[in-house]
């Protein structure tokens, strides 16, 4: 069975620092993974999705994440914080065997970014 | 507009009265599912689809039951609500390829079951 384990249901960055949002998962299978993004009282928006080409995926907004196998680690990143990206973020990972579609969420990381 | 429409958006019922959510997307996407939010547990799958007449359950799907006569359209069942169903409620869909395709989510169902 697969998993997401997202480190830190909250995290606090000044505005301007740099955003670290760990993700860490678990697949039987090559997966695929995805940052989304919720804002309050929204649905759910992709910020980047990792599908087996770079290692290093760039999204909306500035944002990046680097798929590290070793580390089976998909850690969202932003040199430097704006007050707009506060909001919750989930990890997603995807396996596709047998002709079926798995998705997983982690629990989500809610950001908050002081000015 | 491509997009992935739920109804209704909030809705407030009683024990044991049976509702439908109904969530359709007109992007003729196979893939469609259906999520509940709940703080500090994210998005739980309860059922997905995989085309028409062809549904799984996913990791929460007691008390639930689905249907997808029609592409477009995946309605949520639940025949005898209970207040532990008191949820927020996503629908998604996205392409069938292998591709690990985008999910389109709706903008979510709040759920009260007094």
């Known amino acids: 069975a697969q998993s997401v384990t997202q480190l830190g249901s909250h995290v606090s960055v000044s505005e301007g620092a740099l955003v670290l949002l760990r993700c860490n998962y678990s697949s039987s299978v090559p997966p695929y993974l995805f940052w989304y993004v919720q804002y309050p009282n929204q649905g759910l928006q992709l910020l980047l999705k990792?599908?087996?080409?770079?290692?290093l995926v760039k999204g909306i907004n500035g944002f990046e994440a680097e798929f590290k196998k070793s580390e089976t680690s998909f850690h969202l990143t932003k040199p430097s914080a704006h007050m707009s990206d506060a909001a919750e973020y989930f990890c997603?990972?995807?396996?596709?065997?047998?002709?079926?579609?798995?998705?997983?969420f982690g629990t989500g990381t809610k950001l908050q970014v002081i000015p | 507009e491509a997009q992935v429409t739920q109804n209704p958006r909030y809705l407030i019922t009683v024990t044991g009265k049976k509702l439908t959510v109904t969530c359709s997307q007109n992007m003729n996407h196979e893939y469609m599912s259906w999520y509940r939010q709940d703080p500090g547990l994210g998005l739980r799958q309860i059922y997905y689809?995989?085309?028409?007449?062809?549904?799984d359950k996913g990791d929460v799907p007691e008390g639930y039951k689905v249907s997808r006569k029609e592409k477009r359209n995946f309605p949520l069942i639940l025949e005898s609500p209970s207040p532990n169903q008191t949820s927020l409620y996503f629908c998604a869909s996205s392409l069938e390829r292998a591709g690990g395709e985008t999910q389109y989510f709706g903008p979510g169902t709040r759920l009260l079951v007094l």
């Open positions: 997603a990972v995807l396996s596709v065997s047998g002709g079926y579609q798995k998705v997983t």
């Open positions: 990792y599908t087996s080409a770079a290692t």
């Open positions: 689809s995989m085309n028409v007449e062809v549904t």
